[in-house]
Every structure is written in structure tokens, then in C-alpha cells.
């Protein structure tokens, strides 16, 4: 089993995008001594498997050119891999936030139209939709992701 780590950035978050490098080489011998070379296959290309509804979509690709080639001060040595590129997807915050709290908003101004005088008729308009935006907000904090060592999330 081989555990590997992917440092991460959320401050884009949610249109955030990353990608994680999966490298393997010696670093005993330089890169005139060992050369390294792999067949890269893409797990999804060959076969119908059905990805599960993830937060973001996972495609790998061959390791760039640039990093087949680890420099250190002690010399340069060869390296080969793959990269996992992930994305998150935009269109379940489109369709859960972003429409309903612009519709909540258009609907707030209706506020505006209603008469001055009739202040439990605003109030209760506006009191629902502060109510209503305080749920979203709730619901977006929950589906952020978090830190492992932390319960802090990406909105805290």
C-alpha cells in the first residue's frame, strides 16, 4: 500500500482546482546512470467505470516533461509518474446557491413595492428570506470541505 499526500489550496474555494504529482525515481543514482520510463493508462479510458458523485471530477494524465527530471543540489536525477488533476464541480453550487439567493434577493426588493405602512407585511417578507439565506449559509458550511487536523472548513 502507498500512501501519498497532495497539498492543497482552497483559497478559490469553491472554483478551486488542483493538481497532485505522483513521483517515483532514485535518488541514489543520477539520471545518467538510471533512466526511468513509464506506460501510463488512464484507469477510465478502457472501461465503463462509474465514477461516484464527488465533489470534485478526477482525471490523471502523463507526468509533464519539466518534472521527469527531479534537480537537487547533489545532482539531477530521473523520475517518472503521473499527474491527478481535480477539479471541483460548478453546477450543484450554481443550482443549491448561487439561483436561490439571487432569487431571494429579487424577491427581497419586493420589499421596496409593498406600501410603508404596512410594516408587518415587509417584516415578515424580509424575517423569511433572512431566515431562508441563514439556512443556505448553513447548508454551504456543511458541505465544505475540511482540514484533517482541524474542524475549521474551507468558509471558516
Known amino acids: 500500500t502507498i500512501v501519498v499526500s497532495c497539498q492543497m489550496?482552497?483559497?478559490d474555494y469553491p472554483f478551486d482546482e488542483h493538481?497532485?504529482?505522483f513521483q517515483v525515481g532514485s535518488y541514489f543514482y543520477d539520471k545518467n546512470s538510471v533512466t526511468c520510463t513509464s506506460e501510463?493508462?488512464?484507469p477510465r479510458s478502457k472501461s465503463n467505470i462509474q465514477e461516484r458523485s464527488l465533489q470534485h471530477s478526477v482525471k490523471f494524465r502523463k507526468l509533464r516533461r519539466s518534472r521527469g527530471v527531479?534537480?537537487?543540489q547533489s545532482g539531477e536525477y530521473a523520475a517518472c509518474g503521473?499527474?491527478?488533476l481535480l477539479r471541483r464541480k460548478h453546477e450543484p453550487l450554481i443550482y443549491q446557491i448561487y439561483i436561490p439567493c439571487c432569487l431571494f434577493v429579487t424577491v427581497s426588493w419586493i420589499s421596496f413595492i409593498i406600501d410603508p405602512k404596512v410594516i408587518p407585511g415587509r417584516m415578515s417578507l424580509l424575517v423569511i428570506l433572512f431566515l431562508v439565506i441563514i439556512n443556505v449559509f448553513n447548508n454551504v458550511r456543511s458541505n465544505a470541505p475540511?482540514?484533517?487536523s482541524t474542524k475549521l472548513n474551507a468558509i471558516d
Open 146 to 148: 475540511s482540514s484533517g
Open 19 to 21: 493538481t497532485c504529482f
Open 40 to 42: 501510463f493508462h488512464d
Open 82 to 84: 503521473f499527474e491527478v
Open 9 to 11: 489550496d482552497f483559497n
Open 70 to 72: 527531479v534537480r537537487l
